[in-house]
Structure formats: structure tokens, C-alpha cells
């Protein structure tokens, strides 16, 4: 196995063996089967890039029917909201400046862009959350973003001030095409700004449910730097941002075009002391994550004895590994509470547990709410007072399993 960025020699460090695609949700009744592949991580040798070995064609996870909306969580609309103001206020310059959002989802964040009538785009090829980014008023291109791609939209509205990615540089393999294409559509003085899930991160807190198919690389400052710099970038800056568990918001520009701030070498040393790529610390990971499955699974499994009544709370796509590579079906959870709307009425990928609607969390309270969507965990606690005031416990499994008292 070759690796995706380098060519070099990948060493595989974790399997989570045959899984489903995380966000194909099942509806009941449907006779046919679910398509699977094998979840399993390494790390190159040469570019220390961490990667799936196998990939999921990128049709059967982004098509017209794809559930996950970005204005889910409402920090999460607060980040992006934000950020949008940042490049309205310093990253734009000229008279007709022109940003480019790579998988814009349903608009949250260009919706700002829009609004202040500033030009724009965004390249969404999963056409339900691209329909709800246009109703918002935003530009959209149905597509997905690649060289080609990049060419046309450089033909019909010129190259772009800043290019943006959340949540959505990570989940593209084909990575040469995509930074060619970026390279096509930058201006010489533009970025190229992206977020994404932190290699770091995921190794301190053992968060193995970050590993799924649309999560094909998992980057660090090091990593980056070097698959910027095979395509003429160089990275010029990073954030540590709290969303999502912990992600890094990584800034390239052209070589020599932009100083370097010093956050890019901290980082780098900072992760050099760690040996966070490091295939020792990357084994050790592993073992860790199958001692969190063990202790999850005892705990699930005692409750259930004990009779407890368990939920599960937020349908996310992390959950599907978890589901998945610890055997959890609904004799240990009887459903998942989710606020997606296309995630309702149906059920988990591969593991089977039926998804309702919040108001059927409160329907009666369970005892126990696992919370699959850990990284949300301040907003839905603060939201689910009703829990709290009904003797509810939460269960959390990041950064070990353990119990909250809501
Ligand atoms: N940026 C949003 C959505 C992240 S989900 C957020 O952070 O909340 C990832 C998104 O990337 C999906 O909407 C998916 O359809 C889109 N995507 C996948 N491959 C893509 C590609 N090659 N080009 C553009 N978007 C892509
Ligand atoms: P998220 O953790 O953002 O992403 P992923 O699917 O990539 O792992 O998903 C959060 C899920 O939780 C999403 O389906 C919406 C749901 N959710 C709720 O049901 N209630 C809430 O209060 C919040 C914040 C999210
Ligand atoms: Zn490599």
C-alpha cells in the first residue's frame, strides 16, 4: 500500500475491520445490502501523513442524499459566523474581491459572504445540502472540487481572493488533483485556509471514532507542510481551534509569498517532542482505543442487566465506528436521539439502532444517555436541563469511558 500524498511506504497501525459508509443511514425495510469496506489506518514513512488504506468511492458518500447539515450544532454556526466575518474584515482585498468555499454544505458560512454582497461560491456536490445553501441566498455549484473543476470556475469568474475548507480537505484522497486545482484558481497573493481534524488531538484523547470513511487523512502541522510544499505552497500559519474535538486550522500560500508566523514552527516542535506521528506512539493509540471499546462494551453490557434504559444521543457519523467496531446494537441502545431531519425514521449504518427525533428522548428520559456526539457535549448539556432535572446520566467515552451525572 502506497501512500496517497508521497508514494512512500504506509504502516498500518489500526484496524477497525468491515464498516459501513458512516452517514448511509438505512431505511427500515430496505432489502438491499450495505455496501462495506475495511477500516484500517496507517502512517507513511517518508511524509508522515496518517491515511486509510482502503477508500470509499466518493459517489456513494456525497450524493443528492447526504444527511449531515453544518448548521447542526449552533457553536458550530457561531464558529463559522465568525469566521466569515474575519474574511470580510482582513482576508479580502481589492474592489470586487472573490471567495471560494470548498464543500459549503448548507451554506452556513458563505451565507454571511452573501449576505454582505461580497462575491462568492460554493462547491458542493451533495445536491440536498446544496439546495439548502442556495435557499439561503448563497451561489452554489453542484460538483465536486478537483482540477478540472478549478479550471471552470477560474474561466467564468476569475481567480479567487481566499479559498476555504472546513471539515472537507480531509475527506478528499485525491489530493493532487485538489491542490492543482487550488493552485489554478488562487490568486498569486490569495490562501488557502482549511480546518480540519487534529492528528494530535485524536492521539491524546484515544477519539478513534474520528476514524471513518470520509475522514481519509488525519493531518498535523507536519504532514501539511510537506504536501503543501509539493505543490508550491507553504504553510504559513496554524490555529488550534476547540471545535470538534480539537482541529487545526491550517493556512497555505504560495512559497514565498507570505512570512511564515512563528505558531507554524511551535507546532512543528510541539509534535516532533510528542512523536506524534511516530509509529510507537501510533501503536500505543491503537491500544488504547481496544481498551476503550472493552470498557465501553462492559459498561453497556452491565447496564443492560441491571435494566437500564439506554439512548443514544446524536446520530454522527464518528458514530458509526464506534457502533460498528464494538458490536453495540439495540439490545444495548434502543435508539439514537438526532435533530437531523434525514437521519429520522431510520437506522444507524451496519449496527441498526432506529433514530428519532429529540422529542423522543424526553419521552420518557432514559436513565443513561450515551453521547455520540461528544464534541457538542457543553451545548446539548446546557440544552438538556430536562435530563439533568430527571437524574439522568450521561456516558462519555472520550477521553475515557466514564460516567457524568447530567
Ligand atoms: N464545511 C461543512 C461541511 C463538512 S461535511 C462543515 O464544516 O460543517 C463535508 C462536505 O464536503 C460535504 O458537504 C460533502 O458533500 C463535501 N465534499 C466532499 N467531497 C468534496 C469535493 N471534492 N469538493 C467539494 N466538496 C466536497
Ligand atoms: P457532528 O458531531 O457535528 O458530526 P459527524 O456526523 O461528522 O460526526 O454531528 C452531530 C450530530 O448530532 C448531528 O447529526 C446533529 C446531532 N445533534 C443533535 O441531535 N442535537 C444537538 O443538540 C446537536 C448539537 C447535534
Ligand atoms: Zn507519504
Given at each position: 500500500m502506497a501512500c496517497r500524498i508521497c508514494s512512500g511506504r504506509l504502516h498500518q497501525f489500526a484496524d477497525f475491520g468491515s464498516q459501513p459508509v458512516s452517514d448511509a443511514f438505512v431505511t427500515p425495510g430496505d432489502p438491499r445490502e450495505e455496501y462495506v469496506f475495511r477500516l484500517a489506518v496507517g502512517v507513511c514513512e517518508d511524509c508522515s501523513m496518517v491515511q486509510l488504506l482502503e477508500e470509499v468511492p466518493?459517489?456513494?458518500?456525497?450524493?443528492?442524499?447526504?444527511?449531515?447539515?453544518?448548521?447542526?450544532?449552533?457553536?458550530?454556526?457561531e464558529h463559522f459566523w465568525s469566521l466569515a466575518e474575519r474574511f470580510l474584515a482582513t482576508d479580502l482585498a481589492g474592489d470586487d474581491p472573490f471567495i471560494v468555499e470548498l464543500g459549503c454544505n448548507d451554506g452556513t458560512m458563505l451565507q454571511r459572504v452573501a449576505e454582505a454582497g461580497v462575491r462568492h461560491l460554493g462547491v458542493e456536490p451533495s445536491g440536498g445540502v446544496a439546495d439548502l445553501a442556495a435557499a439561503r441566498g448563497v451561489r452554489v455549484r453542484k460538483d465536486f472540487f478537483e482540477a478540472a473543476t478549478?479550471?471552470?470556475?477560474?474561466?467564468?469568474?476569475?481567480?479567487?481572493?481566499?479559498?476555504?475548507?472546513?471539515?472537507?480537505?480531509?475527506?478528499?484522497?485525491?489530493?493532487?488533483?485538489?491542490?492543482?486545482?487550488?493552485?489554478?484558481?488562487?490568486?498569486?497573493?490569495?490562501?488557502?485556509v482549511f480546518e480540519d481534524p487534529y492528528l494530535g488531538d485524536i492521539v491524546e484523547r484515544a477519539s478513534y471514532d474520528q476514524i471513518y470513511d470520509e475522514h481519509f487523512y488525519f493531518f498535523s502541522a507536519r504532514s501539511v507542510s510537506g504536501m503543501a510544499r509539493r505543490h508550491g505552497f507553504e504553510l504559513v500559519d496554524v490555529e488550534r481551534l476547540p471545535v470538534h474535538g480539537g482541529e487545526v486550522r491550517y493556512t497555505l500560500a504560495r512559497r514565498g509569498a507570505r512570512t511564515p508566523s512563528p505558531a507554524v514552527a511551535e507546532l512543528l516542535a510541539a509534535e516532533d517532542a510528542a512523536g506524534v506521528s511516530d509509529l510507537a506512539t501510533l501503536t500505543a493509540f491503537a491500544a488504547r482505543v481496544a481498551d476503550s471499546r472493552d470498557r465501553l462494551v462492559a459498561l453497556l453490557t452491565r447496564l443492560r442487566d441491571e435494566g437500564a434504559r439506554v439512548y443514544g444521543y446524536g446520530a454522527t457519523a464518528k458514530s458509526a465506528t464506534v457502533l460498528n467496531y464494538c458490536g453495540i446494537g439495540p439490545d444495548l441502545v434502543s435508539f439514537v436521539s438526532d435533530t437531523t431531519p434525514a437521519k429520522q425514521g431510520r437506522l444507524t449504518p451496519g449496527s441498526h439502532i432506529p433514530v428519532r427525533g429529540p422529542e423522543a428522548f424526553a419521552d420518557p428520559y432514559p436513565d443513561y444517555a450515551l453521547l455520540f456526539a461528544w464534541n457538542h457535549a457543553e451545548e446539548i448539556m446546557a440544552k438538556e436541563e430536562g435530563f439533568r432535572e430527571a437524574g439522568g446520566t450521561w456516558i462519555l467515552y472520550v477521553p475515557e469511558v466514564r460516567l457524568v451525572r447530567a
Open positions: 466518493r459517489e456513494r458518500m456525497f450524493h443528492d442524499g447526504y444527511p449531515y447539515l453544518s448548521s447542526g450544532s449552533a457553536v458550530m454556526r478549478a479550471a471552470a470556475v477560474l474561466a467564468e469568474d476569475g481567480p479567487a481572493d481566499v479559498i476555504y475548507a472546513a471539515n472537507t480537505l480531509c475527506h478528499i484522497p485525491y489530493m493532487d488533483s485538489i491542490l492543482g486545482g487550488v493552485a489554478t484558481l488562487l490568486r498569486p497573493d490569495g490562501v488557502f
